[in-house]
Nanobody
Framework: QVQLVESGGGLVQPGGSLRLSCAAS????????MGWYRQAPGKQRELVAT???????NYADSVKGRFAISRDATKIIVYLQMNSLKPEDTAVYSC???????WGQGTQVTVSS
């Protein structure tokens, strides 16, 4: 079965950077669009960024110019590089095979001084 495992979250000060990783098992993952989502307390889960099997990317307006999504197809790993972090970026970040019910367990990102 397909499994996703996120890592790389933590506590950073405003303006800092983190890189999140999502490792997937199952070769069929390579043909799916991968999405990073986030959910803050009391808020709906929102889409942060996506990357297709061909490498095309899309970003939420709130993170454009600050975040970058990429994938290593050989290693079946998807990354989310987060720069210039703001307190409003604080959330649990989860990866997902878009269009499926396959999710990772989530990793906490906290941006605070």
């Amino acid at each position: 079965q397909v499994q996703l495992v996120e890592s790389g979250g933590g506590l950073v000060q405003p303006g800092g950077s983190l890189r999140l990783s999502c490792a997937a098992s199952g070769s069929i993952f390579k043909i799916y669009t991968m999405g990073w989502y986030r959910q803050a307390p009391g808020k709906q889960r929102e889409l942060v960024a996506t990357i297709s099997s061909s490498g095309r990317t899309n970003y939420a307006d709130s993170v454009k110019g600050r975040f970058a999504i990429s994938r290593d197809a050989t290693k079946i790993i998807v990354y989310l590089q987060m720069n210039s972090l703001k307190p409003e970026d604080t959330a649990v970040y989860s990866c997902n095979l878009v269009g499926t019910a396959v999710w990772g367990q989530g990793t906490q990102v906290t941006v605070s001084s």
